[in-house]
């Protein structure tokens, strides 16, 4: 089993920037795939973007390419989330994931491990 902290959430105005960050602990990292879900008031999980295990591989949601990059660090043990040109509809709890499968994780229920969340707000 894998620990997984997020971090980096926060309150911020309509086109404005934010990083995410992950960290995990209790599992090698450099053999996890890692994505980002968010969920907002109630609606399901959606993804939004996925990260191979070594970084090489990516893939994002239709409603944040070109806004968003996920990146990871296998030195730190740490998946990012950099979120620029922020919208009002961004607003979220977003998750990060892990999972052990050798596959383009897109759907919540590939995933093995998740954190607690950190809330992310965007005002217009």
């Known amino acids: 089993q894998v620990q997984l902290v997020e971090s980096g959430g926060g309150l911020v105005q309509a086109g404005a920037s934010l990083r995410l960050s992950c960290a995990a602990s209790?599992?090698?990292?450099?053999?996890?795939?890692m994505g980002w879900f968010r969920q907002a008031p109630e609606k399901e999980r959606e993804f939004v973007a996925f990260?191979?295990?070594?970084?090489?591989?990516?893939y994002y949601a239709d409603s944040v390419k070109g806004r968003f990059t996920i990146s990871r660090d296998n030195t730190k043990n740490t998946v990012y989330l950099q979120m620029n040109s922020l919208k009002p509809e961004d607003t979220a709890v977003y998750y990060c994931?892990?999972?052990?499968?050798?596959?383009?994780?897109?759907?919540?229920?590939?995933?093995?491990?998740w954190g607690q969340g950190t809330q992310v707000t965007i005002s217009s």
């Open positions: 209790g599992r090698t990292f450099s053999s996890l795939a």
């Open positions: 994931g892990a999972t052990t499968r050798r596959i383009r994780a897109v759907v919540a229920a590939h995933y093995d491990s």
């Open positions: 990260v191979n295990w070594s970084g090489g591989s990516t």
